[in-house]
């Protein structure tokens, strides 16, 4: 158990429709980071969330928003919806020591019809 | 931008063989983390190692650190169907915004029984 924790594990939606993706970290951690893993692809960065504030932005559609809140809990929003949104969505976080290291929730995984 | 890459993509081979792996990078990072992922679940961590040239083993599993903090390889001996896997490289540095993670592309490994 890597003590993150991702809520719900599995999503089945419509195109067009909207859905948030929920992620607690790790007790302690004030670092959230959110990936997307298609099939059989890797990892790819969306954003990642410090104490509250946006710190980073990697390949992340204007159609998904993320936030983080006071007790460090994070959301990823995904709005009008793809097929192609279909994926595995991972948050992760990570303490601030020098040597961090990221630990992964075990996932949502989104399916788009 | 950094960006890690590995080496092979893919890889079958039969329980017991001893086999390699690589993740390269032209950038430096003050850290490097190895993880496995199994279908459908969250990477996990294997090990981190912080110190050009070091070399940590977990069991059958060896892993090492270049000189210039830019590369890691991981070996595995003897492997077994259990082994089976996506490996991900991910080298970590700290900037003004925070900790940060690249992510390589992974290799799927596959161990036949």
């Known amino acids: 158990d890597s003590g993150v924790t991702q809520t719900p594990k599995h999503l089945i939606t419509a195109t067009g429709q909207r859905v948030t993706l929920r992620c607690s970290p790790r007790s302690g951690d004030l670092s959230v980071y959110w990936y997307q893993q298609s099939l059989d692809q890797g990892l790819q960065f969306l954003i990642h969330?410090?104490?509250?504030?946006?710190?980073a932005k990697g390949n992340i559609l204007e159609r998904f928003s993320a936030q983080q809140f006071p007790d460090l809990h994070s959301e990823l929003n995904l709005s009008s919806l793809e097929l192609g949104d279909s994926a595995l969505y991972f948050c992760?976080?990570?303490?601030?020591?020098?040597?961090?290291?990221?630990?992964f929730g075990q996932g949502t995984r989104l399916t788009v019809v | 931008t950094q960006l890690l890459e590995q080496s092979p993509q893919f890889l079958s081979i039969q329980e017991g063989e001893n086999l390699t792996v690589y993740c390269n990078s032209s950038?430096?990072?003050?850290?490097l983390q190895w993880y496995r992922q199994e279908p459908g679940e969250g990477p996990v961590l294997l090990v981190t190692?912080?110190?050009?040239?070091e070399v940590k083993k977990l069991k059958r599993l060896t892993f090492q650190f270049g000189d210039a903090r830019k590369d890691s390889s991981l070996h595995i001996t003897a492997a077994q169907p259990g082994d089976t896997g996506l490996y991900l490289c991910a080298g970590s540095h700290r900037d003004n915004y925070g900790q940060n993670f690249v992510f390589g592309p992974g290799t799927r490994l596959s161990v036949l029984p």
């Open positions: 969330y410090y104490n509250g504030e946006e710190r």
């Open positions: 992760a976080s990570s303490s601030e020591a020098a040597w961090a290291e990221a630990f």
């Open positions: 190692v912080v110190t050009g040239g």
């Open positions: 950038s430096v990072f003050s850290s």
